[in-house]
C-alpha cells in the first residue's frame, strides 16, 4: 500500500499485475492515448511524493511555481508552512551532492541489471550500505555495495528524495504495478525501479546539485 507521505510497503504479488508503463501497450491509436494518459498520472504520483517527502522547501512556493506561467514574477517562501518552519529551527546548509547522485545512479543501473523487482527500498539499503541480515544476503557481493563511500546525504529521508528528484528528472526508470486482490475488491500499489535512462549518467554530470542539508543533528 501506498501511503502519502512516502512510506510504503511491498506484498507479493500473486495475480497478473496490471502496469502502467509508458513503453507498453503500444500500437493502436487508442492505447498509445491510454499508455500516455496513464504516463502522465504517473508522473503526478512521483510530484506528490516529492512534494510530500520534501522537508525544507516551502510548501506554498512549490505550489505557486507549479502552477506559474513562463514570465510570472518569482515567488517568495511564505516562511509560515511547515517545512518553512522547520528550515528556521534546523538551520539546513546547501550541499553539493554531485557524488552522491553519481553514487545512486551506478547502484541503480548495477542492481537493476543482477537482480529482479528492485524496489525503492532496495536502491536507498545499498545506498546506505545497510547491515540488515535481508539487504546483505541480497547485495552483499555487489562492488557497489561493499566500496566504501562517503555520503553527503546521511539520512533515509534524503536518500530516498533523491530517488524521487532523479525519477523526476527522468534520469531513473520506474514502474508502478497495481495488483487486485484475489479475496478483496482492492489494488495493492508497488513501485519497481527498472533502470537508469539512456544517457543518464551524462545528464545528471551536466546538472547542479544542491540539496538543503541539517549539518547539526
Ligand atoms: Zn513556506
Not at 507549479?66 to 518552519?85: I, K, T
Not at 545497510?130 to 536518500?159: H, I, M, W
Amino acid at each position: 500500500m501506498y501511503n502519502i507521505c512516502g512510506k510504503i510497503n511491498y506484498k507479493k504479488i500473486d495475480v497478473k499485475p496490471i502496469s502502467i508503463n509508458a513503453n507498453e501497450e503500444e500500437g493502436e491509436p487508442e492505447s498509445i492515448a491510454r499508455t500516455k494518459y496513464l504516463s502522465e498520472a504517473k508522473r503526478k504520483i512521483w510530484e506528490v511524493l516529492f512534494y510530500c517527502s520534501s522537508i525544507y522547501q516551502c510548501r506554498k512556493k512549490a505550489i505557486i511555481d507549479y502552477f506559474a506561467w513562463p514570465g510570472d514574477l518569482a515567488s517568495r517562501e511564505c516562511n509560515l508552512c511547515d517545512n518553512c518552519l522547520r528550515r528556521a529551527s534546523d538551520n539546513p546548509v546547501w550541499v553539493d551532492i554531485r557524488t552522491d547522485v553519481k553514487k545512486m545512479l551506478e547502484i541503480i543501473k548495477i542492481i537493476t541489471s543482477e537482480k529482479q523487482q528492485i524496489t525503492r527500498n532496495n536502491v536507498v539499503d545499498v545506498f546506505h550500505q545497510s547491515q540488515a541480515k535481508d539487504v546483505k544476503n541480497k547485495f552483499g557481493e555487489l562492488p557497489v555495495y561493499l566500496e566504501k563511500f562517503s555520503r553527503k546525504l546521511k539520512t533515509k529521508e534524503d536518500a530516498f528524495l533523491l530517488l524521487d528528484d532523479l525519477v523526476l528528472h527522468d534520469l531513473v526508470e520506474e514502474d508502478i504495478i497495481l495488483t487486485r486482490s484475489p479475496t478483496a475488491q482492492t489494488f495493492t500499489c508497488s513501485i519497481f525501479i527498472i533502470g537508469i535512462a539512456d544517457g543518464a549518467i551524462a545528464k545528471a554530470n551536466a546538472e547542479v546539485w544542491r540539496y538543503l542539508i541539517r549539518t547539526s543533528r
